[in-house]
């Protein structure tokens, strides 16, 4: 680590506790980041813990739909973000018009929205989910029709697990994950043939045919944490890399492709963190009128992944 680093970090622990706060990290952040905060998570243990924290203030090392997320889950509490331009592109790609247009057309529908998403969206939403807990929230709805938005490959997944319910899809993708490709994965199997293929369900179908392993970010650690193999192929965002690395020092991990890195996860950066800190100026705000109906589709997660 370097000096100047070193003091940053000293500087942010004692912000922290000088101002009653606590940092979630996602483990898409780069790694110096994840090493200041107090919690690294995937989507859905960072929203559980957002609700956990006893601290006043909350900075949220991530995008805003996270940052958005644990502020209607905790109305009552200041959450920071470290860059407010930190911003999920797939979060915006559905149209609550559209939403409501297709809430015309069916009945007995659940609305499924991927926490990836807008407060806005999910607004029209019936339950929100995480690559973690869609399948089972899924499975638990009663709803024989469900539109899920915004991510296709999630939904399409998920689709094929549940087959006894009619699904409609929404456009939306993430850049990072669709961008990973089936070539990009046969080469890398083709260099190490005797690695696990571990993929994130935001790849394309084509992607997902290849995989030994299915899950989201913490369920892929976990996977590679505890399987005898030595070697991984590993399909999602560069930043899982860290945490596998340090709780897996003699395993091998290989990315499928060298474009692996979403740029928003990475805008945040540990002087970012200390300035928020100390200005408290990037809070996060959603009117009390957002709140009341967006933070209903996440309660109704909290709930049903319990
Ligand atoms: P998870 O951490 O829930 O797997 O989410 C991945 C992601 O793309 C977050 O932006
Ligand atoms: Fe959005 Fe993809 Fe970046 Fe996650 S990795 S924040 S889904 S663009």
Known sequence: MDAKSDEIKKEINRLKKEKDAVILAHYYVANEVQDIA?????????????????????????VSFMGESAKMLNPDKKVIMPDMLANCPMAHMADADYIEKIRQEYDDLAVVCYINSTAELKKHSDVCVTSSNALKIVRALPNKNIFFIPDENLGRYIASLVP???????????????????ENVLKAMAE????????????TLNVLELADYIGST????????????????ICTESGVLYELTMKNPDKHFYLASSDQLCPNMKKVTLEKV?????????????????????????????????
């Open 274 to 306: 200390r300035d928020a800190l100390i200005n408290e100026a990037n809070v996060v705000n959603v009117s009390n009128d957002v709140i009341s109906r967006a933070s209903l589709p996440l309660t109704r997660m909290l709930e049903l992944a319990r």
């Open 192 to 203: 190490h043939p005797n690695a696990r293929v571990l993929v994130h369900p935001e790849c």
């Open 218 to 233: 913490s369920g892929i650690i976990d996977y590679a944490s505890g399987c005898d193999a030595s070697e991984y192929i």
């Open 164 to 182: 006894e319910k009619n699904f409609i899809f929404n456009d939306g993708f993430c850049h990072v994950h669709k961008d990973i490709t089936k």
């Open 38 to 62: 107090d919690f690294i998570g995937d989507s859905y243990f960072l929203a559980q813990k957002a609700t956990e924290v006893p601290q006043q203030t909350i900075v949220f090392c991530g």
